[in-house]
């Protein structure tokens, strides 16, 4: 758009973030939707169960008892092995896998630990659990070697390491997809989606046909897709919805706990990104994760999950679905399931005993923040993209602006302009003009709009009809430029005058400005 006075005066989007250019280390963990197994309640049998796993793949580890690690493996694996609270004994063991070896950037020492990975393969070379342990050692050695710092602060050798760790840590992958998916193991997906991002061939286009694959192949391992949602989040050049949209797929996909995974993802993505907040910095819908909850402790009651049921009622404010759970917990509050300040939430909760009258319409209400906000930041995706000449994902992404207006009943000019403008940039003249005419109404002194279904009119011949809109465009804009003229920078300047060379090839003129 060429003016900021002349941005659509309703549901102005909010300037475009830069977003950066890195590959830094996203800021969340990646341990289960659960307390550590260290700090869980006294008492706990989900807690028994965890420390003794991580204790028994920890000591073989240390052990190089790779044939304790392939016995314990083929006991605990498989979708029928869960902790009581639901959570895969498979993905614990890995868990310690993943957590094995120093943040060291020391090469003699990570030679070692390669080394021990080589011995655990040359002993098993079928082990699908010892080449994921080496995949895993090698992305770790590649994340320490870079940094924390952005990518673009990077030096020559950390970048260097980056690329080549991360691309033998694919070749390995790779080369033990066909053993993987024999063994059914889905963790060689979520090893997948874990390392992809730190490799040349991250794309959030590829990532997302990554994503698909694992839930068609494993729709409830977890760990898969928590990883998942954390590099599907906006500064990894995510769309942003995609957490949103990951959480409503999984949840409908089926297996085991379809009508469960919304909340586990979200639960997962509160403790590592959004701290607390869930519901007013995510899409998250709380009707949505109320039922998923129910879903989830129907099949797994324990305690833990019950914790978190009623602490994220108590966020949404929904004391009528937070009381009974808290009067079915009796004495197992467990204050690590109620975020980072446990107690003093769990302490006010507990005093709002009195649902409010009017929650549903305050739900409504709150559902329409979340699409206004998911509209301004769709418009700043697709700016972005723009801006990289993605054309068709930029209109792919503005299709699900002109959704989310329709889903709060109007049709804003600012989507349909930014929608004539990519269809423009396709040589897609007829959808170029059926966007100005859609937005028009809501804005119909808007210079820029005549200005770009005009030239959509000239491509298509309707030359009659293109001075028609020219016309109109060059008397809108004789109304505001003297005033706007002053606050505008260079570039728009220059579109300005762009457009006013349009005008005067049709005999319309409109007052200048020195550039001085």
Known sequence: MIFPTLIPRARRPARLAILLACLAAPAFSHAAAQPPAATAAQGSADRH??????????RYLQARDYKGLEALYRKIRGAGQRTPNGIWKQAQFYNQL???GQWSTDAAYWDTVQGQAKAWQKQYPKSVPARLFEAYMLIKRAEADRGSGYYNTLTEKQRRDLSQGSAAAMRVLEETQVLAAKADDPEWHRAMLKVLPFTSQFTQ???????GAAMARHPNYHEAYFTAAGYSMAHWGGAPDAVEQLAQDLNNVGGKEQGAMYARLYWYMDQTAYKGKIFEVSQAD????RASFEALVAQYPDPWNLNAYAYFACLANDVGAMAPVLARLGQQIDLRAWGENGAATHARCATSTV???QFD???AAARKVRLRRLLTETMQHAAAQRGRKEYKEELETLHKAEELDRAMGWVSMPVQYNLARAFFTLKRYEETVSAITAGLPAQPDYTDAYWMRGQALEALGRKDEAREDFEKGARYLRKVLPGAWAGLNATQRANVAEMQRKFLEYGFATPTFSTD
């Open 355 to 357: 649902a409010d009258p």
């Open 205 to 211: 286009e590829r990532y997302q046909k990554k994503i």
């Open 361 to 363: 319409s305050k739900q």
């Open 98 to 100: 993943r957590a094995f």
């Open 286 to 289: 709380w009707p949505t994760m």
């Open 49 to 58: 169960v965890r420390e003794e796993l991580a204790s028994e793949t920890l």
